[in-house]
């Protein structure tokens, strides 16, 4: 197992335009995080997995936002209509059991201009 | 509400310098504590952890101690090495039995030979 792993790790859009990134957890991991990280700034948690419930969601996640875990396994996280404040590291983590390590991905860097 | 403050870097030493990196929280309960690190291009890595107070995490020669009644969790090491050249995250976790993290700004360390 090579870790979380996500795709693309760059991504370089046009304002206004909708955009999809995946996140493969590590394969036993049940939870699956994503989190925002802007620059000079930690990551922000925006929502949670476990399986394939979506179980919160933080208010940074506005309408334009959607998170999904079909089968359990995988996880998108698509943005529509971008604006350019949504530029950031999209970052994905997973964990096994609640209160264990959460190992992180290296991120999508999204560039909306 | 919870959060985490942290020194702003860069922080710049030579090598063989010992290193403090000061971390205060703010929370409602009993937090767990964290220290992560960012080397360029790779994702976000745990260093050490601390669940209660009193408690001492370390890793590679990284040491952070959980005070209460300071409300703190500084990051030292006696002799720091060109390869620990990144950004460290001080972060908190409340026990709300999924791995929600509310990080710091980060704290950029150069070392240099």
């Known amino acids: 197992d090579t870790g979380v792993s996500q795709d693309p790790r760059h991504k370089i859009t046009k304002r206004g335009q909708n955009v999809t990134f995946r996140c493969d957890p590590i394969s036993e991991h049940n939870r699956l995080y994503w989190y925002r990280q802007t620059l000079g700034q930690g990551p922000e948690f925006l929502t949670y997995?476990?399986?394939?419930?979506?179980?919160?969601k933080s208010r940074l996640l506005s309408d334009r936002f959607s998170a999904e875990r079909p089968k359990g396994s995988f996880s998108t996280l698509e943005i529509q209509r971008t604006e350019q404040g949504d530029s950031a590291m999209y970052l994905c983590?997973?964990?096994?059991?609640?209160?264990?390590?959460?190992?992180f991905g290296q991120g999508t860097r999204l560039t909306v201009v | 509400g919870n959060s985490v403050t942290q020194m702003e870097g860069p922080v710049t030493l030579s090598e063989e310098a010992f290193l403090t990196i000061n971390c205060t929280y703010t929370a409602t309960g009993y937090p767990s504590l964290f220290w992560y690190v960012q080397y360029p291009g790779e994702g976000l890595q745990l260093l050490l952890k601390a669940t209660k107070a009193d408690d001492k995490g370390s890793n590679k020669g990284f040491e952070a101690t959980y005070r209460k009644e300071t409300t703190s969790f500084h990051l030292e090491k006696g002799s720091v090495q060109v390869s620990d050249s990144a950004v460290y995250f001080c972060?908190?976790?409340?026990?709300?039995?999924?791995?929600?993290?509310?990080f710091g700004t980060g704290t950029r360390l150069l070392v240099s030979p």
């Open positions: 972060a908190l976790r409340v026990n709300t039995g999924f791995q929600k993290l509310v």
């Open positions: 997995f476990q399986n394939e419930a979506q179980l919160e």
């Open positions: 983590a997973s964990s096994f059991q609640e209160h264990t390590e959460a190992f």
